[in-house]
């Protein structure tokens, strides 16, 4: 990089972050498409676009596929041993939470799960796919794989609400404990379509292995994150999370 862009970009990145430190660019609003910001700065769309890739590192805006660059809304305090599900929890931070039911099937155990689950090989388990927004905004892509045997004609149910509280009030299933991993990761497939994300961009995938109150495990859920959109927040006093 040359020491002129270098020094350009750097002056894109003071500006525009003073600008929306400042709420000067509101949250949700859309940025100018890159190539007026190239023509503002008198510079070039590359330049610009590393500027703004920076920004976004800082989780100050965001990208969606085809729709152009956006001011980031407050990220999500999230604990993920928390008892209380998605939509209080965001209702809890004054924002306001919506799920859309994107599929329900019965497929085959990934192999992966098939340890992680103690699966027979060749287990089927029901998977349900849901997108979650914030304010209107998708920035959570679950998968939930269910063992069958334990939640008949699920399909049947409102998908939409919480999976705990519809365990705990048609199936009589309580969350135990669960079982944590958490990693930066790249969007792939359904999940960076479901987001508006490309292929390859970064993600915070969470994944959890639940336990019945008798220590049976009874599902895994995969969460896909935007990475702008979330604040991990580990509170040790609190118990098991909640879907």
Sequence with gaps: MSEQRTTQGAAIIRTLRQQLTSQALTAGNKLPAERELADLFDTTRITVKEALHHLEAEGLIYREERRGWFVSRPRLVYNPVSRSHFHALVAAQQRVAATRVLSCESVLAPAELVSEMALAPLSRLTRICRLRSIDRRPVLYTEHYLIPAYFPAIDEQDLSQSLTRLYERHYGLH??????????????????????????????????????????????????????????????HESAFSG
Aim: hydrophobic letters at 35%.
């Design 175 to 236: 969350y135990g404990r669960s079982r944590f991993d958490i990693c930066p990761t790249a969007a792939r497939g359904e999940a960076a379509r479901a987001l508006s994300l490309a292929e390859g961009s970064p993600v915070l995938a969470v994944t959890r292995i639940n336990y019945d109150q008798q220590g049976r495990i009874i599902d895994c859920d995969r969460e896909i994150w935007r990475h702008d959109a979330v604040r991990i927040r580990i509170d040790s």
